[in-house]
């Protein structure tokens, strides 16, 4: 019987005393050859779904000691910025309580099932066994670290902020480079929104909020800001940092680097100047 093996998340634990931890979920390139064998279109069908190298973007801010989860897993396989129940019954074989949420419907559930270019992905449907199989080795290992993180940050510190990083296809010019997604105020506070779209305009970035990305299952489950614990979604316009191929390293990539890792010390500075003040 064939086994379906997937990567759990690699954990960079902090070395820094800034209440910020990194997630990136969508940049997983450790595809096993079960996956590629179910996929109708090959490999090439399925890449496409990646973040492309927002794991390396991430470099600078990991070295300076942040902690960061980081998928290992491809977004194909099982998708860590989306609930347990975000799946569509067509691509795994289990019923789905009420509607099919909007992203599932659209074919980017927990197991992506189809895309505009390629239409369906998969041979066949996902058994449940499978797909539990999925969940626990790649999907729930990657929440409990998220999770473990921010309650470390949060008892040694009072708060933490959780920085979900993302790219975005290329948009129409005109529309922003960068995307802060806070749930409509729902995942982190008005002060720590600002705050993010001060720092990508100080780095020359044009920057909106929740249009239109909101923010997916990450930062909805892990943002409390009434508890001080602060996730926003960052989605990056992949032409800030790709080449021409939108796949390898562009000109851009340093300066995304680096605004990454001033998000990360101007964000953590302003909350612990926040508990130091609430101190007083």
Same mark, same amino acid.
């Given at each position: $019987?064939?086994?379906?093996?997937?990567?759990? @998340?690699i954990?960079?634990? @902090?070395?820094?005393?800034?209440?910020?931890?990194?997630?990136v979920?969508?940049?997983?390139?450790d595809?096993?050859?079960?996956?590629?064998?179910?996929?109708r279109?090959?490999r090439?069908?399925?890449?496409?779904?990646?973040? @492309?190298?927002?794991?390396?973007? +991430?470099?600078?801010?990991?070295?300076?000691?942040?902690?960061?989860?980081?998928?290992?897993? /491809?977004?194909? =396989?099982?998708?860590?910025?989306? %609930?347990? $129940?975000?799946?569509? @019954?067509?691509? !795994?074989?289990?019923?789905?309580?009420? #509607?099919l949420?909007?992203?599932?419907?659209?074919?980017?559930?927990?197991?992506?099932?189809r895309?505009?270019?390629h239409?369906?992905?998969?041979?066949? +449907?996902?058994? /449940?066994?499978?797909?539990?199989?999925?969940?626990?080795? =790649?999907?729930?290992?990657?929440?409990?670290?998220? +999770?473990? &993180?921010?309650?470390?940050? #949060?008892?040694?510190?009072?708060? &933490?902020?959780?920085?979900?990083? *993302?790219?975005?296809?290329?948009? /129409?010019n005109?529309?922003?480079?960068? !995307?802060?997604?806070?749930?409509?105020? *729902?995942?982190? %506070?008005?002060?720590? %929104? !600002?705050?993010?779209?001060?720092?990508?305009?100080?780095?020359?970035?044009?920057?909106?909020?929740?249009?239109?990305?909101?923010g997916g299952?990450?930062?909805?489950?892990?943002?409390?800001? #009434?508890?001080?614990? *602060? =996730?926003?979604?960052?989605?990056?316009?992949?032409?800030?940092?790709?080449?021409?191929?939108?796949r %390898?390293p562009?000109?851009?990539?340093?300066?995304?680097? *680096?605004?990454?890792?001033?998000?990360?010390?101007?964000l953590?500075?302003?909350? $612990? =100047?926040?508990?130091?003040?609430?101190?007083?």
């Open positions: $019987m064939e086994s379906f093996d997937l990567a759990g @998340p954990i960079h634990p @902090p070395r820094n005393a800034l209440p910020v931890l990194l997630s979920p969508h940049s997983g390139r595809y096993p050859d079960w996956l590629d064998r179910l996929a279109h090959g090439a069908s399925l890449e496409p779904l990646e973040d @492309p190298l927002v794991d390396r973007l +991430a470099w600078r801010a990991i070295a300076d000691g942040t902690g960061a989860v980081v998928a290992r897993a /491809p977004r194909a =396989a099982v998708d860590c910025n989306r %609930s347990e $129940m975000e799946l569509d @019954p067509a691509v !795994v074989g289990l019923p789905v309580a009420g #509607k949420g909007v992203r599932a419907r659209g074919g980017l559930g927990i197991v992506p099932g895309t505009i270019r239409g369906l992905l998969w041979r066949r +449907a996902i058994s /449940p066994a499978e797909f539990e199989a999925r969940l626990d080795a =790649a999907h729930r290992p990657f929440h409990a670290a998220v +999770a473990a &993180a921010l309650a470390a940050i #949060k008892d040694e510190q009072g708060g &933490a902020v959780l920085l979900d990083c *993302h790219s975005m296809p290329p948009r /129409p005109g529309h922003p480079n960068i !995307v802060i997604g806070d749930r409509h105020g *729902h995942s982190a %506070s008005q002060l720590i %929104s !600002v705050a993010a779209e001060r720092i990508a305009g100080d780095h020359g970035l044009s920057v909106q909020r929740n249009i239109p990305y909101a299952w990450i930062v909805e489950r892990h943002g409390a800001p #009434k508890a001080n614990v *602060h =996730a926003l979604q960052i989605e990056i316009d992949r032409r800030c940092y790709l080449g021409a191929d939108l %390898s562009g000109a851009g990539f340093d300066r995304i680097s *680096h605004f990454l890792a001033a998000l990360v010390v101007e953590g500075q302003l909350l $612990m =100047a926040n508990f130091a003040e609430a101190a007083e």
